[in-house]
Structures are given as structure tokens and as C-alpha cells.
């Protein structure tokens, strides 16, 4: 029997939690269609948040829901669907800022042979399309004094400001205690602090 | 000193530049592009191509694989040995017997 598309995403969407992701691991794409109209903004943003490059998010992201459907089959269900989603996002872009990381440090000893590849690697400064104008500039400093952040801190500090997670949260997706997670936002303000002193001593 | 508290109060400003952010969101048709990927990606089949790919299956298959090969090399070692010897004789009396062409002796 012949059933509309529109019919069928519209049962989906009735779909609770658990029944989206047994429908998901049984690779019914209406399901998966769901998953990822519902988780879609959340990825996007985390990836954004720490990979700081619209364009590269939107491929990561994409990256993100292949994972997704790809492994959803070993879900198991002991944490949350968006703590196990929002793991796959910190991973995948941890990846890529390494990648490029890698790239730099090649761009760099490039450079020194003449090669001026290490330039067109440099980011330009990051606008979040989210932010309030008002606040556009200091957020752009404040991107870069992230992007210095050791890898923790900022997982934290992103997750906390941007996706705006209570440390309990976070403490799920990081696997740490919650008093982990307090300390590392402690310590990311303070570093933030001396980033951002540092920038204006020299602005 | 009045430069230095200027300072601070920007650096807390900066620091909470974040606050009230709303969401960002991919670009419209992301679900379209992430399809066309995976079909790229992930076979001809597109995403329910995928299915084959999963390691319960593909352990499944190499195991039956497996077992039925065992199976075989169980069976052949097992069998009685028995050779079958043609010679011109048997052949020919084979063929005699066929068409009737036996000679009978009284």
C-alpha cells in the first residue's frame, strides 16, 4: 500500500524518545529524518561554538548525524539521546580542530620555504549569527581568547554559554563529577581573564 | 587606576557577551545535502544501504562462512575412501549391457 511521505513524517513526528530511536536503529529514514530536523540546531550551534567556521560546522554536523546513524545501533540508552549526540559533536570537532591545528603547523614550516600557504590558513575573525548586536565585538575577542582555552575548558565554557547546559549536564556529556566540571569553569574564567588582559594591553 | 577599572569593567563585558545568544541553525536544505552525502558515502544504496554494512551482519556472514566451510572439510575427511577404477573393460561391458549387445554363449 502506497503511503504519502508527508503522512508518514507526520507519525514520526508523534514518536516519543524511545520509539525514535528504535525506529532509527531499525534505518526507517523517516525516523532519521525526524532525529535530525529535532537535533539539527543543537549540533549545528555546538560545533559552531567550538570549531568557530559556519561552513566547516555545517560539514562536521553532517558528519555528526552519519555517526549518529551509523552507531545509533550500539545506543544503549544509558544516558540521554542529546548527551550521547552532544559526545559525537565534541568529538568530531575535537578531530577537525586538530586537523587544522596540523595544517597550520604545515602552512608554518611551508612559510619558511618561501611558501605563503601559512597566511591563507589564518581564521578571520568569528561573528556567531546569535549574538545580540550590541555585543557582536567584544564577542569576537572573546572567541579568540576561547580558541586558547586547553581542550576542557573550552568544551565546558561552550557548552555552558552557548548551548547554556547546567554543570550537571555538562558533567554527563564530559563523564566527570559535577565538581570537576565547577572547577574547570572556574579555571576557564580565570584564563579567559588573563587572555582578555592580555588583548587589551596590547589593543 | 581609572583606566584599569574601565579595563576590568570591559573585560566582564566581554565575558558575558555571550549571554541571551540564540541558537545558531545550518543553512535551509541541510537535511537534503546530508542525504545526497550519505548516499555518497555510504553506497549506491544511499542510507539503507548502510543496513549490510553493520558488524552483527557482517559477523554473521563471515561466521556461516566459516561454519560451512568446517562443515565441508569434516565431511570430505570422514567419507570412506573409494576409488573409482575405469578401465576399457568395464567401460565397454558398461555399454555392451546398455544396448543389449552381449554375446550369449549356450
Redesign the interface.
Known amino acids: 500500500m502506497y503511503v504519502e511521505p508527508v503522512i508518514i513524517f507526520r507519525t514520526q513526528a508523534t514518536l516519543n524518545e524511545q520509539q525514535l530511536i528504535l525506529a532509527v536503529q531499525q534505518k526507517e529514514e523517516p525516523a532519521f529524518a525526524r532525529l535530525v530536523a529535532d537535533y539539527q540546531p543543537m549540533v549545528y550551534n555546538t560545533v559552531l561554538g567550538l570549531v568557530q567556521h559556519d561552513q566547516d560546522a555545517e560539514d562536521i554536523a553532517q558528519e555528526v548525524f552519519i555517526q549518529v546513524y551509523q552507531s545509533i545501533s550500539s545506543f544503549k540508552g544509558e544516558s540521554k539521546l542529546s548527551t550521547w549526540i552532544y559526545r559525537i559533536c565534541i568529538t568530531k570537532s575535537l578531530d577537525w580542530i586538530k586537523h587544522r591545528q596540523r595544517k597550520k603547523r604545515f602552512g608554518f614550516i611551508q612559510s619558511i620555504f618561501g611558501s605563503s600557504e601559512e597566511t591563507t590558513l589564518q581564521l578571520p575573525d568569528f561573528h556567531h549569527p546569535g549574538v545580540q548586536l550590541a555585543n557582536k565585538e567584544r564577542a569576537a575577542v572573546l572567541f579568540k581568547a576561547i580558541n586558547l582555552l586547553p581542550e576542557n575548558q573550552r568544551i565546558a565554557f561552550v557548552l555552558q554559554k552557548m548551548e547554556g547546559l547546567g554543570q550537571m549536564d555538562i558533567a554527563a556529556i564530559m563523564n566527570q563529577s559535577e565538581g570537576a566540571i565547577e572547577s574547570l569553569l572556574q579555571r576557564a574564567k580565570q584564563n579567559l581573564r588573563k587572555s582578555l588582559h592580555d588583548y587589551h594591553k596590547t589593543d | 587606576m581609572m583606566k584599569k577599572h574601565v ?1 576590568e569593567q ?2 566582564e ?3 558575558n ?11 535551509p536544505f ?2 537534503t ?2 542525504k545526497a ?2 548516499e555518497k ?2 553506497g549506491a544504496k544511499g ?2 544501504g ?2 549490510w ?2 558488524p ?1 551482519l557482517a559477523f554473521s556472514v563471515l561466521a556461516l562462512f566459516v561454519a560451512l566451510n568446517v562443515v565441508t572439510i569434516i565431511n570430505k575427511k570422514s567419507a570412506p575412501k573409494s576409488r573409482v577404477v575405469t578401465t576399457n573393460t568395464t567401460v565397454t561391458e558398461q555399454v555392451a549391457q546398455d544396448y543389449d549387445l552381449s554375446i550369449s554363449t549356450y
Open positions: 579595563s570591559e573585560i563585558d566581554t565575558l557577551s555571550l549571554d541571551g545568544l540564540q541558537r545558531a541553525e545550518a543553512t541541510f537535511y545535502r546530508l552525502r550519505m558515502e555510504l542510507i539503507a548502510i543496513a554494512l553493520r552483527s
